[in-house]
Structure formats: C-alpha cells, structure tokens
C-alpha cells in the first residue's frame, strides 16, 4: 500500500513571497503520478500541478513548480510571487500506474494562508 | 451545468434513514469516484467506476451502496448510518483511457456533499 504524508499541517506567507509545500511518499511501484491539489474555502478542489514518476524534468504550471526527487521519494511544491487566492488546503496525492483509472491516495493536507 | 456537479450540497439524516447522494459529470467522462473527506482523516477513496463497472471497493461498510447507472451519473445510497460517517462526501470524474500505465489520471472533482448524521 502507498502512503503519502505531509508534515506541514499549516503553512503562512506574505503576499508575492515565495513557499513550499512538503510531502514525501513511500511505495514499491516503479510507475506512478503524482498531484497537488488545491482546495479553497468552501470550493471544489482542483488540480495544481503533476508529475510523471518516469519523466526526471521537474514540472511547472506558471507560479507552481515541483521539486521531484525521485530516491528520497520526496514532491515538494513552490509558490513564488504568492497571492491572497493561494490561501486554500492543499494535498499531494499519488497513484500507480498499474491501472487505467485513477487510485488517488492523498496526504493529510496544509492549509496554506497568504497574508496581505 | 458544467464539471461536475453534485446533489444535495448538505443533507442532515438520522441513523434510521435512507437517502442518496447524487454526482453529476458534464465532462465526457467514463471513470467516476466517490471519495470521504473527514475532519481528522486524509481523504479516503470509497468506490471507483470504470466503462460503468465497480472496479475498486476500498473496504467500504455496507451500509454505503454506489449505484452508475451510466458514465455521466453516480449515486451513493446511505442507510443506517452512524455519526461518524458525518463527512464531506466528494465526486470526482476522469477519463480512463483504458490502457493500464497510461496517465495522466488527472481527476475533476465536484463541490461535494456535507453530510450530518445525528
């Protein structure tokens, strides 16, 4: 079985500063992706940021990029240049790749809180 | 309607009685999932369908009965619940390309459903 963990439970910035997100996972499987997902107050969560365990180049979406390190099965993300609608929980998630559908195991969450 | 969408927002029910929660994709989608997000707890996968099959049931008490009628809809029928099943029930769709190792996976979910049981 996968877990994923992240050790921060809650995380704060000021506005246009930079932040990272930690979150380490274990599994056996050879194949697998990775999420970070943001969920806002009250609102649906969505897709930040993924990586493809196979792929060695980091991804990046605009603000958000990822440390991958694939040894030390570590996923990192970075804000830069923060804004008060980054203020929202976010959970790193894995899922193998041994199937054709999704099996998201999610961490616990940090609720990140960017100040003005 | 777009994304996915979800039935009722927040629903209150006693331990003796039987309702469900409806989840609705707009996406053309053919992978759908019910998720538990609790206070304390990480979020949990429930159910998994795919091609309107259950393909994944992660030790999910009886109690929860899932229903896919087809690939756009997705039910959770609840009854004799207890308090601790109050949670936020999530929906979330996908496409399955149907070639296992071929992602990317990524999921949309839906607002969700508060549930209380008292």
């Known amino acids: 079985a996968q877990t994923v963990t992240q050790s921060q439970p809650e995380m704060s910035v000021q506005e246009a500063e930079t932040v990272t997100l930690s979150c380490t996972y274990d599994?056996?499987?050879?194949?697998?992706?990775l999420f970070w997902y943001k969920q806002p107050p009250s609102r649906q969560m969505i897709l930040v940021i993924r990586?493809?365990?196979?792929?060695?180049q980091n991804a990046t979406e605009n603000r958000f990029s990822v440390n991958f390190q694939k040894a030390a099965k570590s996923f990192s993300l970075k804000i830069s240049d923060s804004q008060l609608g980054d203020t929202a929980m976010y959970f790193c998630a894995f899922t193998p790749g041994g199937t054709s559908y999704g099996k998201l195991t999610f961490g616990q969450g940090t609720i990140l809180t960017v100040h003005p | 309607e777009t994304g996915v969408t979800q039935t009722p927002r927040h629903l209150v029910m006693g331990m003796t009685n039987k309702k469900s929660l409806k989840c609705e994709q707009h996406?053309?989608?053919?992978?759908m999932y019910w998720y538990k997000q609790s206070a304390k707890k990480p979020l949990e996968l429930m159910f998994v369908?795919?091609?309107?099959?259950?393909?994944e049931n992660n030790s999910v008490p009886s109690r929860f009965s899932p229903e896919c009628p087809n690939s756009s809809h997705l039910f959770l029928h609840l009854h004799t619940l207890q308090p601790e099943d109050s949670a936020l029930y999530l929906c979330?769709?996908?496409?399955?390309?149907?070639?296992?190792?071929?992602?990317?996976?990524?999921?949309?979910f839906g607002p969700g459903t508060r549930l209380t049981v008292t």
């Open positions: 990586q493809e365990a196979y792929k060695q």
């Open positions: 996406l053309g989608h053919n992978a």
């Open positions: 599994t056996s499987e050879s194949n697998y992706y």
């Open positions: 369908y795919s091609l309107e099959e259950r393909v």
């Open positions: 979330a769709s996908s496409q399955d390309l149907g070639l296992a190792g071929v992602g990317p996976y990524e999921q949309y």
